[in-house]
């Protein structure tokens, strides 16, 4: 019999690309899945993707929606806001609430943010430093990390679900690092280095925090999409081969890249297409850094890197699609589009 489906995030970036790895995956699943939507406008998009998907209208603040719908589901994949402590509740609840004597699966999306709260908390933005999580051997260290660490009040509400009604939650936290590469949903931009382009764009200016020397991990958004397709398949078997729980932490990466480099590239090919005066990348300082947003230091000054390794061993788990740096060209292309600075065919023909 096919798993009842329930998803968050349908509409966005990580959550279109998890429905289109599992519906080329499984086809027949596409009727068996609820997912939540905003309005009718989001809704029509959906449709207009995924047809026999069944439409709920509401957002994460829809606490009474989502614990009815997850209390009817077999599988609940949060593909939305990773830091929304009434969502995560509310979902935890209702698959504890399901009327069934087998466990619901919570499939839940942190971020590797995480893992950012030494630099945050000893201040060397800019800066590279040794230590590098694990999901394997490290898990422990993952499920107990500072109550401040960014994302770590909601991955907390998540394990409480399955402390709480251990044979009726069973949870899995996927923590993807940088995440990049054009989605094939209705979203189809990352956050981090989009934001950067952006930015670079808009100042006429290429930088970096500090140094630049400080590295996070990347991973394709369909390589990270195929990890929640096979923990999706493992839970519809009954949980095995994976771990779920405290067991249930899984990072996602294929490899590590430093901030500098990644900048240095960014303005290289933004001068090279002609949206910056020169490929200059200036060094600016964390208080620089934040009068120009408080997301920079965060973000592109932070220390943040994690191997994964349970996905890998467990579930056959391999990253196989391109690298950041081959994503560059369309990063800065699709940003000076966005932002109207690449004239389209109509306008041309005005000229």
């Not at 068996?32 to 603040?61: F, M």
Request: with cysteine.
């Amino acid at each position: 019999m096919a798993p009842k489906i329930f998803i968050t995030g349908a509409a966005g970036y990580i959550g279109g690309e998890v429905l289109i790895e599992l519906l080329k995956a499984h086809p027949d699943l596409e009727s068996e899945i609820t997912a939540l939507v905003r309005n009718s406008d989001r809704g029509a998009q959906v449709a207009a993707i995924w047809p026999k998907i069944k439409l709920v209208y509401g957002d994460l603040d829809s606490t009474a929606l989502l614990e009815e719908e997850a209390s009817k589901a077999d599988i609940v994949y949060q593909c939305a806001d990773s830091d929304h402590p009434a969502a995560a509740e509310a979902i935890g609840r209702g698959i504890a609430n399901r009327q069934s004597s087998k466990p619901g699966f919570f499939i839940h999306t942190s971020g590797a943010l995480v893992f950012g709260f030494q630099s945050m908390q000893e201040g060397y933005f800019g800066e590279t430093r040794d230590k590098r999580y694990n999901d394997w051997d490290g898990v422990n260290e993952l499920t107990t990390l500072p109550d401040d660490a960014y994302h770590r009040n909601v991955d907390k509400i998540v394990l409480a679900a399955s402390k709480e009604h251990p044979d009726k939650v069973k949870t899995a936290i996927v923590c993807p690092p940088t995440i990049f590469g054009r989605g094939r949903g209705i979203k189809r931009r990352s956050i981090q280095v989009p934001n950067a382009a952006q930015a670079f764009l808009q100042m006429k200016q290429g930088f970096r925090v500090g140094k630049g020397e400080n590295r996070w991990d990347e991973i394709h958004v369909t390589d990270l999409a195929r990890l929640y397709v096979l923990l999706g398949e493992a839970a519809a078997a009954g949980g095995s081969p994976a771990t779920w729980n405290e067991e249930g932490y899984y990072l996602t990466e294929n490899g590590s890249y430093t901030w500098g480099n990644v900048m240095s590239a960014l303005a290289k090919e933004a001068h090279k297409q002609g949206f910056l005066p020169s490929a200059e990348v200036k060094q600016l300082s964390v208080e620089e850094a934040n009068a120009i947003s408080t997301f920079f230091p965060l973000i592109f000054g932070t220390d943040v890197r994690g191997e994964a390794v349970r996905g890998k061993k467990l579930l056959g788990w391999q990253p196989r699609e391109h690298g950041l740096m081959e994503e560059i060209p369309n990063i800065v292309s699709d940003e000076a589009k966005a932002m109207g600075l690449v004239k389209g065919h109509a306008e041309k023909v005005q000229q």
